[in-house]
């Protein structure tokens, strides 16, 4: 047991998470403090959840490239319900998950009825989203929502910021999916290789439909503690913000082959990509070089992932 | 069942574009002047060159997401020299220089340490644009000597003339594809790697002059399009990314590696640009154009699963079975 978490491919990303922390406290003193802490957690929850959700699509050796426009979609219809006198709390959810759910539909029958590629069926949705959102709003900002929509996002659940809360939620609830339940298996043994999961009788249909349904239901409830996040929704939001979230669950593990990847890795992955981006802005590097150190992390992490691969590879054919 | 020409995918392309220039010609007044064709020319360009690249990309089954970022860095890379007054030849041996660099990490990532490559390229483009926004600090470049322009803004005679350069590029790509062994050797990579290995194909080798190709063709776009426009900015070409593989997977080549034809990118390109012109002159909003190319593109592949399915399964079947029962 030990020994296969030793050997695992999350250690590596946790070690590097715990030890960029110390590096990046003892170099900033303003690291770990309280704000600090909660500032990334609360700013990098939508990212986290919205990387399960990815993360589990990933499993099945496909891609969703329109999250970025769903998220921005849902959050704009989201805005609009805001500003509807008697808006209340709990049926903004049911508003955003309704919206999301709806989007990762559409994109479900695209790829499953419809067999097209999910990079190539997405980028099309991609495109079809974003135009429709910015049309509806003519390119403008919704602003102006109600006091108790903006605490959303400062709200605390046990000392824990809610939108943290969720995403942990989320992450357990998946963690248990994948794990523990009949689909979650079939997930993996899809992704592991898809005509032998056909043949042994999975519905596979069925299992693609959950998983990019579930995705837009995801970046629904994310939607809506984006807007509140942002404390404004804009038709515009969070472009390019889909190789975030792929980035973060690439960075945990997660082959883009399909079959292997964990929550836990994902929640590690999300965690780095939260720490470097805290870390270089603490240290005061040029926001002009962040995309370089990110660009040379993941290509550093998946590298060493590959070299590794072959060293096991070669061991095996040696026979040892 | 043999395929017919008219059954290809080709021909699926050449109808929709026909009805497309139709449709645009009948409705927009000022879309069948000679002044017009030629500026859709011009416009196709820039992603052609991009397009033209990613085929070879595709063909292996392999994909470039750093192609915009690419087209970023050389342009900034032009830029940069340019705005100091490098002369125009040097500049540009230095753009293709920095291609040659990218499309060699791209290359030898996925050639020599066979990682995936949208992985590869998802971490080069981050890595590119954060180079390029570094070295313009996120400003633009421009004043430029007069003379480059001549690349993106000057005219042979009425025909642009990048036009001509992109019909040039097209023609070599086509003869390179089709008549060289390397050409050759692309498509047998894509059908499977393993066979091409086992068949004395130096596949690390032309899976690294394949990344450098696209960086190359990537290049010419950045140099295109900095002379165009008289500037350089490290988001340039961010915007073609999609366009680029929509227009390649429209065209109908398998992401799958191995099958498709540079005809079908170019009419895939050749569709995106009437589109586009269309749209622009009919004075939509740019947000429609967004929805009706995302549509389009789902709306083609759409076509070719149900054509797949009737070739399969249907009227074509039932036709096939009945000639053969007649002869």
Request: aromatic content about 10%; proline content about 3%; charged content about 10%.
């Amino acid at each position: 047991m030990i020994r296969k978490w030793l050997h695992s491919r999350e250690l590596p990303v946790a070690v590097l998470v715990v030890v960029l922390c110390v590096v990046i406290s003892a170099l900033s003193p303003s690291f770990l403090t309280a704000t600090n802490i909660q500032n990334i957690l609360v700013t990098n929850s939508v990212l986290g959840m919205m990387a399960i959700g990815m993360m589990i699509i990933i499993l099945t050796g496909g891609i969703d490239i329109s999250v970025a426009a769903m998220l921005a979609f849902s959050s704009v219809v989201v805005g609009n319900y805001l500003l509807m006198p008697g808006a209340d709390p709990f049926t903004v959810f049911l508003v955003g998950a309704g919206v999301g759910t709806l989007l990762g539909l559409v994109n479900a029958l695209l790829i499953v009825y419809g067999k097209i590629p999910p990079i190539i069926a997405t980028l099309g949705t991609l495109s079809v989203f974003r135009g429709t959102i910015l049309h509806y709003t003519n390119g403008e900002w919704v602003v102006g929502f109600p006091e108790w929509y903006g605490n959303l996002a400062t709200a605390k659940i046990f000392g824990i910021p809610l939108p943290f809360a969720v995403f942990l939620l989320i992450a357990a609830f998946c963690s248990l999916l994948l794990n523990f339940t009949k689909l979650g298996r079939q997930i993996y043994a899809f992704g592991g290789n898809p005509d032998t999961a056909e043949r042994i009788g999975i519905n596979t249909k069925r299992l693609q439909l959950a998983v990019y349904v579930l995705m837009g239901f995801i970046t629904g409830i994310a939607a809506v503690f984006y807007g509140s996040i942002q404390g404004s929704v804009q038709p515009n939001a969070a472009i390019g913000f889909e190789l975030s979230i792929i980035a973060a669950v690439v960075i945990g593990g997660t082959n883009v082959m399909g079959g292997s990847g964990t929550v836990i890795g994902t929640v590690f992955g999300v965690l780095l990509y939260a720490v470097i981006h805290n870390g270089l802005v603490l240290a005061r590097v040029e926001a002009y070089w962040q995309n370089v150190v990110v660009g040379v992390i993941i290509l550093t992490v998946i590298t060493v992932d590959a070299v590794n691969a072959r060293r096991k590879r070669q061991r095996k054919a040696v026979g040892a | 069942m043999k395929s017919r020409w008219w059954q290809s995918n080709e021909a699926l392309l050449a109808l929709v574009l026909v009805a497309l220039i139709a449709y645009m010609g009948a409705t927009i007044p000022a879309f069948f002047s000679v002044n017009n064709l030629l500026i859709i020319t011009q416009q196709m360009t820039e992603v052609g060159f991009l397009a033209l690249g990613m085929t070879f990309v595709i063909l292996t089954a392999g994909i470039d997401l750093s192609a915009g970022a690419t087209v970023g860095l050389i342009s900034v890379v032009l830029g940069f020299c340019l705005s100091r007054h490098v002369p125009i030849p040097l500049s540009i041996a230095a753009a293709l220089a920095t291609a040659v660099c990218c499309g060699a990490l791209n290359g030898f990532l996925v050639a020599r340490l066979k990682i995936t490559p949208i992985l590869v390229t998802l971490g080069t483009m981050t890595f590119f644009n954060g180079i390029a926004l570094a070295v313009s600090k996120g400003r633009a470049f421009s004043g430029f000597s007069e003379a480059f322009y001549v690349i993106g803004q000057g005219k042979i005679g009425p025909v642009p003339v990048q036009s001509v350069l992109f019909v040039l590029v097209a023609l070599a790509v086509w003869l390179i594809l089709n008549f060289t062994p390397w050409g050759r050797s692309v498509y047998a990579i894509g059908s499977s790697i393993k066979t091409a290995e086992f068949s004395g194909i130096p596949t690390a080798r032309v899976l690294m002059t394949v990344y450098i190709a696209m960086a190359l063709l990537a290049a010419l776009t950045a140099i295109v399009m900095t002379s165009r426009v008289a500037t350089a900015r490290a988001d340039m070409g961010s915007l073609y990314l999609m366009q680029c593989i929509s227009a390649v997977v429209l065209g109908g080549i398998g992401l799958t590696g191995g099958k498709g034809k540079v005809t079908g990118t170019i009419l895939g390109v050749c569709i995106f640009a009437v589109l586009a012109n269309g749209l622009n002159l009919s004075s939509v909003t740019p947000f429609v154009k967004d929805i009706i190319q995302g549509a389009l593109l789902i709306f083609v592949l759409l076509m070719q699963t149900i054509f797949g399915l009737r070739l399969k399964f249907g009227l074509a079947k039932w036709f096939g079975v009945l000639l053969r029962k007649d002869r």
